[in-house]
């Protein structure tokens, strides 16, 4: 353990602040960290008695990426299977692996995708695994923000599915840091009767809703023989699931009519390009998601079918393949990919994130740019999303707090969580 990254009033001086609102999208100045809030943007920060003093150097100073889909946990999976289309590499592979895991394994995995999100510039996520009791403890031990989806069980809890989602509910709890998602893991994993639980449980409780939709074909195909001709969308609607507000992953197999039911009930999307591409499951349609006016946001997935938490590399995806998916170069640009990984995230998610602005929660990082990939120092919003590298994230400040600073985690034993990894992984392909 080194020192701990907490300070009451920080100033970065000498910034490039990335401000997505202003037509440059940079422009030079400081910003002030009061507590967990950002309190100063502007060309000169006042005279000040500043517990920390950051000199930026002319860096780049952005939000923090909100990744809006992960299965943290999931880390200890990584490389297990590689070649295989969804279908076969998540019930042929995955799940009879997790279902050797034990809860303190998923602490263990989720304090080593905190590291890879910490050191990626990953200040909030949106979770969906399971023994929530691990994942909350390893978030709020690592101070990492997120919403952390609860929802039915195929496990023997000892209760009824809506005493589960109450008490998980109840242990999530709501803050600036933590907040709850009730998080259905998809059409074709879920019988009817407890989606529509989920739907009343948290139609009760003003709770938001997410789930993975369209993924693949074959689930839009399994769901239109199985549901009079609905499409998972249709589906949905007609259970009530979109009444609230709803966050959809993938919705990677949309029509028109589809697209048209996630903005009439003001649905977000996350994109998870990595994912989609490596499990052939196909290209979103990001360019008519934004022609309807849906929030697009970006995920990594679990690191299972991705294989890294990267948000460089999704944006990096996320512009060429929407371009390529309807052959034209000129549509989702560097910007609208930027707001995608950050505001659009956080908006999404309901926290006062994703933006360097008075007021916001103060999650930043800082971009060194004094790297061969990008110079010329010509069109910075172009070099984040086609050159930069996770690598390039210097510092990351969570909640006001600095977290990650020059390849070193503040408060986070890494050599401990490595060895535990590997052990666990050991156990689970043994
Ligand atoms: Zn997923």
């Not at 009519?257 to 990595?274: E, F, G, W």
Request: glycine fraction near 6%.
């Amino acid at each position: 353990m080194t020192q701990i990254g907490v300070f009451m009033k920080v100033l970065f001086k000498n910034a490039k602040i990335l401000r997505l609102d202003f037509d440059e999208g940079l422009f030079d100045g400081d910003v002030v960290v009061n507590g967990n809030l950002i309190e100063f943007v502007g060309p000169k920060a006042p005279e000040d008695n500043y517990d920390k003093i950051i000199d930026v150097k002319g860096n780049i100073l952005m939000p923090g990426f909100v990744d809006t889909h992960c299965h943290t946990a999931m880390t200890l999976l990584r490389g297990l299977k590689d070649d295989a289309q969804l279908n076969e590499w998540l019930f042929d592979n995955i799940i009879p692996t997790e279902a050797k895991l034990k809860p303190s394994d998923v602490y263990w995995g989720q304090k080593l995708g905190i590291l890879e999100y910490l050191a990626a510039g990953i200040t909030t996520i949106e979770e969906g695994y399971f023994y929530n009791e691990e994942i909350v403890k390893a978030m709020k031990e690592s101070k990492l923000r997120g919403r952390i989806g609860f929802g039915p069980t195929t496990r023997d809890v000892g209760m009824s599915n809506m005493d589960y989602l109450k008490s998980q509910y109840e242990m999530i709890g709501d803050s600036d840091l933590i907040k709850p998602v009730c998080f259905i893991h998809a059409i074709y994993t879920t019988d009817d009767k407890s989606i529509m639980e989920c739907v009343d449980f948290t139609a009760k409780h003003n709770i938001p809703r997410s789930i993975h939709l369209s993924e693949t074909l074959k689930e839009v195909g399994d769901c239109t023989v199985e549901h009079n001709q609905k499409t998972p969308p249709q589906y949905l609607e007609d259970l009530g699931f979109f009444d609230r507000p709803a966050l959809c992953y993938h919705c990677v197999h949309m029509d028109k009519d589809d697209l048209q039911i996630l903005a009439d009930y003001d649905a977000s999307v996350s994109t998870c390009p990595s994912s989609n591409i490596k499990l052939a499951s196909g290209i979103a349609p990001i360019y008519a998601m934004q022609n309807k006016g849906i929030n697009v946001t970006i995920g990594t997935d679990g690191v299972a079918s991705n294989n890294s938490l990267d948000m460089f590399k999704e944006m990096f995806l996320v512009a060429t393949l929407s371009k390529v998916n309807i052959y034209n170069a000129e549509v989702v640009k560097a910007k609208e990919v930027l707001a995608m990984a950050t505001i659009n995230g956080a908006k999404a998610l309901g926290f006062n994130s994703g933006e360097i602005k008075v007021g916001k929660l103060a999650d930043i990082i800082l971009i060194d740019i004094n790297k061969p990939h990008f110079y010329p120092h010509s069109n910075l919003l172009s070099h984040l999303v086609y050159s930069a590298k996770s690598s390039d994230v210097y510092l990351t400040m969570v909640n006001g707090e600095v977290l990650y600073h020059n390849g070193e985690f503040l408060n986070e034993n890494k050599e401990l969580i490595y060895k535990k990894a590997n052990e666990i992984r050991e156990r689970l392909t043994k």
